[in-house]
């Protein structure tokens, strides 16, 4: 059985400049490292474009058909194979999996660590000052080029939010345009995140060479050893993966009910209902499991690493667990930002343990969507007691979608069923009544109106009289929310 000391580290993000100048610090800074990359943009052709680079510039390049019409199927067929390849020459102790910019870091990072690879780090790029432009902009990505597949129907906002937030490490380009407030958002909006910055480097492009990566092993560059290279190698490649495709983008969720809110499919307790569902990271805001995020602490940049180089460099070999990347997303546990109020920009986190009235807040989701530039979490509807709901809303849309059932209306006996990150949020949470039933949601914004949100929402709760008649009068009342989840 064929063994690796291959490490795996994914970049990725729709601020492209800032994914290409964070790649190719890498390359130059770890000896004999390549970048594999798939270009979606030739899929209307049928085809996708596979290269893989070294620093110096293109190494080898060729193509792999559409899989079922889908750009992204054809990425994730082809991944594993190609990673295996270059793992079983030897040749290099670093693989920089550049995603191509609508594809979603968490899907690909389940597809690699069930091809049996060792996946180090997780990486968005991003430059701060264009922030606030890409999630504002709630423009469908097959609109502006971006589309994964004929079916794919997110928005340029939501896929940014998901790739911005999953990812425990930010690589945060140089930018004259960013200022402040341009800072303290993106610190608000993934406050656990450790930032590290891309310096400057010049990224010249050359012509295809000649070089045989997949010839037979031998040892990595002279001069210098990857973190973790004396551990024990990777010996995982026969490991049955639990589902080698991972969630599709064609899965993201369909328009319905009001203008500027979308629905999602129910998802199951552990899983998301769209390519990299999300929801981020949470420092604290009295509900959540602690501790679930992947990768190091949060930080802003660091300081270069006299071992390795660069801070990112560092960042690259840190490590990163899957499964908890995975947990932090469940709208159940989700590790939500806490508040905070700096540079023009503030974070509201309004938590309540009474549900809401399903028309008041249908009627309000409009300006609900509009009063922050991101706003997630999970709510209770009182003709739904026993559903945990999912907020999730960028660029003017809304998602709302089921995401099981609260642990609170679940018999004792299914609880060894329940992942055990699931049951310790809810036991962080629970409440004496209504278990972890409650509402957790968080709005982060430059400007927000913290004292307007919160009396739209609280206008939306019921009443003490509604509330007063109990949970079986609370079902009959009027299901507002029957479009937008499907029922």
């Given at each position: 059985m064929p063994s690796s000391h291959l490490s795996v580290v994914i970049v990725g993000g729709l601020h492209a400049d800032a994914r290409r100048a964070a790649v190719a610090r890498l390359l130059a800074d770890v000896p004999g490292s390549v970048a594999l990359h798939h270009d979606l943009e030739t899929a209307a052709a049928g085809t996708v474009v596979r290269t893989i680079r070294d620093a110096n510039g293109i190494v080898s390049a060729g193509e792999t058909p559409l899989v079922n019409d889908c750009a992204c199927c054809a990425l994730r067929e082809d991944l594993v194979p190609e990673l295996w390849r270059l793992a079983d020459a030897g040749l290099t102790s670093l693989a920089v999996v550049e995603l191509w910019d609508s594809v979603e870091p968490k899907a690909m990072a389940e597809v690699v660590v069930a091809g049996g690879l060792r996946l180090t780090s997780v990486i968005t790029a991003v430059d701060p000052a264009l922030l606030l432009p890409y999630l504002a902009n709630g423009d469908d990505l097959a609109e502006v080029g971006l589309a994964a597949a004929a079916t794919d129907r997110r928005t340029v906002a939501d896929t940014f939010a998901r790739q911005l937030e999953y990812a425990p490490v930010l690589a945060v380009a140089a930018s004259e345009q960013a200022d402040d407030e341009d800072r303290a958002l993106l610190v608000q909006l993934h406050p656990t995140a450790r930032q590290v910055p891309i310096d400057e480097l010049d990224v010249t492009g050359g012509e295809a060479r000649e070089t045989n990566w997949f010839a037979p092993a031998r040892t990595p560059a002279a001069g210098w050893t990857p973190p973790g290279w004396d551990a024990d190698p990777v010996d995982t490649k026969d490991t049955a993966p639990a589902d080698p495709l991972g969630p599709s983008a064609t899965?993201?969720?369909?328009?319905?009910?009001?203008?500027?809110?979308?629905a999602g499919p129910d998802s199951a307790p552990g899983a998301n209902g769209t390519d990299g569902a999300d929801t981020a990271a949470d420092t604290g805001a009295g509900t959540?499991?602690?501790?679930?995020?992947?990768g190091p602490a949060a930080g802003r940049a660091?300081?270069?690493?006299?071992?390795?180089?660069?801070?990112?460099?560092?960042?690259?070999?840190?490590?990163?667990?899957?499964e908890a990347a995975a947990a932090a997303q469940h709208p159940a546990c989700a590790l939500l930002p806490a508040e905070a109020d700096e540079a023009g920009v503030g974070t509201l986190v309004w938590h309540r343990r009474r549900p809401f009235h399903p028309e008041r807040l249908y009627a309000a989701l409009e300006d609900l969507t509009c009063a922050a530039a991101r706003s997630r979490g999970r709510f209770w509807l009182a003709d739904r007691p026993d559903t945990l709901l999912h907020w999730d809303a960028a660029g003017g849309a809304l998602c709302v979608e089921s995401a099981g059932p609260w642990l609170a209306s679940l018999p004792d006996a299914a609880w060894d069923m329940v992942p055990p990150v699931r049951r310790a949020a809810a036991a962080l949470d629970w409440h004496p009544e209504h278990g972890d039933c409650c509402q957790h949601l968080v709005f982060t914004s430059p400007g927000l109106d913290r004292e307007g949100l919160e009396l739209l929402l609280e206008s939306c709760l019921l009443t003490d009289a509604e509330y007063a008649a109990g949970p079986a009068a609370w079902k009959r009342l009027p299901p507002a929310f029957d479009s937008l989840l499907e029922v």
């Open positions: 899965d993201a969720p369909s328009g319905g009910g009001s203008p500027g809110v979308a959540g499991a602690r501790g679930l995020g992947a660091g300081p270069r690493s006299e071992g390795t180089g660069s801070a990112l460099v560092d960042a690259a070999f840190a490590g990163f667990d899957v």
